[in-house]
């Protein structure tokens, strides 16, 4: 008989229907009507450690996200590719290609 060791250590409500949601040892990423919510697996009560993307209300939609130990990686409705730092919370890096992302892997 197998015995059930987790338990939930977050809840999250979202405004739109997750579309993905990919984790790391210490982040979650999810892909909800567009966007993506960053933040930490175990929860962040007072907001510091969460961000959205895209950043800016004109940027495209976003339609794929994965996410490595390093990067958050997310493609675009126009053709970007942009990686994220989650050390710094930097763009390190942005491909743009003639159609719109699908998918990505890590």
Known sequence: KAQKSGHKVN???YNSTIDKVCMNSSM??????????????????DG??????PEDSDDAEIT??????????????????????????????EFRHMCGIKSLWA
């Open 11 to 13: 809840e999250v409500d």
């Open 48 to 53: 510091k450690d969460t961000r959205s993307f």
């Open 64 to 93: 794929t996200v994965n996410l490595s130990d390093v990067f958050l990686i997310y493609g675009t409705s126009t053709g970007s590719i942009a990686y994220e730092s989650l050390e710094d919370g930097t763009r390190s890096n």
């Open 28 to 45: 979650t990423a999810v892909l909800h009507g567009g966007k993506i919510n960053l933040h930490r697996v175990t929860g962040d009560p």
